[in-house]
């Protein structure tokens, strides 16, 4: 999946996050988080963010990560949502890859 555009999904409410996507020259992953629950739970949100960006084959990006204590759950929504809206694809490839 190649992301062609800056988009934007989430918002700022307590439980939730806000994710800021834009394509880099590069195929760096420059992967910025601010969180309030940072101390207990950064390494798990970096490696669910890293997981996701990997599984659909994603390179040259920035995330933009301002988290208010969101669960996994809403994490994986808020950025499988961000995806298809800065690569311009209708769904995401939901089988898994042979």
Known sequence: MKITHAAVAGTLESGDVMIRIAPLEN????????????????EAIRATVLEILHRHHIQGVQLILDDKGALDCILRARLETLLVRASDVNSLPWEEKA
Do not use: A, R, Y
Request: glycine share 6%; proline share 0%; hydrophobic share 30%.
């Open 27 to 42: 195929q760096e992953i420059d992967l910025q988080i601010s969180s309030n629950v940072e101390k207990q739970f950064g």
